[in-house]
Nanobody, 115 residues
Framework: QVQLVESGGGLVQPGGSLRLSCAAS????????MNWYRQAPGRQRELVAS???????NYVDSVKDRFTISRDNAWARVYLRMNNLKPEDTAVYYC?????????WGQGTQVTVSS
């Protein structure tokens, strides 16, 4: 059974930083592309960042140069380091991967950027 468990969200002031973590189990983690999505109230879920099995990364334009996705295959974890956070980054952040059994999602972690 595939499980993705996010942690690390919280309340932060504009300009602050957070690091999200996603712990994966039930899959051969190292072969999968891992994704971070987010969904703000009243908006569609959007892909924020991806990292392939070989470590190639991709980001949505709005977070480039502020967010960094990384992975630790030994611990089956994917991270999202978020710097210079803005109020528009406020959302529930989800860890995701697409397996042969279908797309799998974590429960999400809330990030709120507010003064």
């Amino acid at each position: 059974q595939v499980q993705l468990v996010e942690s690390g969200g919280g309340l932060v002031q504009p300009g602050g930083s957070l690091r999200l973590s996603c712990a994966a189990s039930g899959i051969n983690f190292k072969i999968y592309t891992m994704n971070w999505y987010r969904q703000a109230p009243g908006r569609q879920r959007e892909l924020v960042a991806s990292i392939t099995s070989s470590g190639d990364t991709n980001y949505v334009d709005s977070v480039k140069d502020r967010f960094t996705i990384s992975r630790d295959n030994a611990w089956a974890r994917v991270y999202l380091r978020m710097n210079n956070l803005k109020p528009e980054d406020t959302a529930v952040y989800y860890c995701n991967t697409d397996t042969r059994w279908g797309s799998r999602w974590g429960q999400g972690t809330q990030v709120t950027v507010s003064s």
